[in-house]
């Protein structure tokens, strides 16, 4: 399962939380979400494009792909 999981994966950036990070939801559904303890920003796009978007340990992280949220969930609870 995680094998397919990546094989849909585009990308997963991580930017220092001192830089200013920009994300154009403009064809975009954004809702935030909470699970256990960290607030993300799910971003659902109208080609299944979708991105998960979240802070940690002074860093913001995105994943980015033809995912759905529980697979991007899924990654981002592995992501140090």
């Known amino acids: 399962l995680f ?8 990308a ?5 939380s001192s ?3 920009h994300f154009d939801t ?3 559904v954004t809702e ?4 256990d303890e960290t607030k993300y920003i799910y971003c659902q796009g109208d ?3 979708n991105n998960l978007i979240w802070t940690k340990n002074d860093y913001v992280y995105r994943v980015s792909g033809l995912l759905t949220l529980e697979e991007l969930l899924k990654i981002a609870k592995t992501v140090e």
């Open 32 to 35: 935030e979400i909470n699970v």
């Open 3 to 10: 094998s397919a999981i990546i094989a849909s994966l585009t």
């Open 26 to 28: 403009e064809n975009y």
């Open 47 to 49: 080609l299944n494009m």
């Open 12 to 16: 997963i950036f991580k930017y220092s």
């Open 19 to 21: 830089m200013e990070v």
